[in-house]
């Protein structure tokens, strides 16, 4: 059975960092693209960061700078540090992976960023 299962989040000020972590089990994730999606309340959910089978990272803008995506594929886990959070950041936060036909989800961790 494949499960994603991120944690690491919480509420922090603005300014702050987290570092949220995605363990996979049931896959290689190594073997796989990893995103980090978030939606927050009445909006769509949109992919933050990712990371290829080969290594290689992608930002959207909004984050540009501020987060990074990394990859353990020993122990099999996803993470994005996040940096110099804003407000704006103030979503739920998932993990997904994906190669050809497979494509898998996390339940999501929440991420407050407030004063």
């Known amino acids: 059975q494949v499960q994603l299962q991120e944690s690491g989040g919480g509420l922090v000020q603005p300014g702050g960092s987290l570092r949220l972590s995605c363990q996979a089990s049931?896959?290689?994730?190594?073997?796989?693209?990893m995103n980090w999606y978030r939606q927050a309340p009445g909006k769509e959910r949109d992919v933050v960061a990712t990371?290829?089978?080969?290594?290689?990272?992608s930002y959207a803008d909004s984050v540009k700078g501020r987060f990074t995506i990394s990859r353990d594929n020993v122990k099999n886990v996803v993470y994005l540090q996040m940096n110099s959070l804003k407000p704006e950041d103030t979503a739920v936060y998932y993990c997904?992976?994906?190669?050809?036909?497979?494509?898998?989800w996390g339940q999501g961790t929440q991420v407050t960023v407030s004063s």
């Open positions: 049931g896959i290689i994730s190594s073997s796989y693209w």
């Open positions: 990371i290829t089978s080969g290594g290689d990272t």
């Open positions: 997904r992976a994906f190669w050809n036909a497979y494509d898998y």
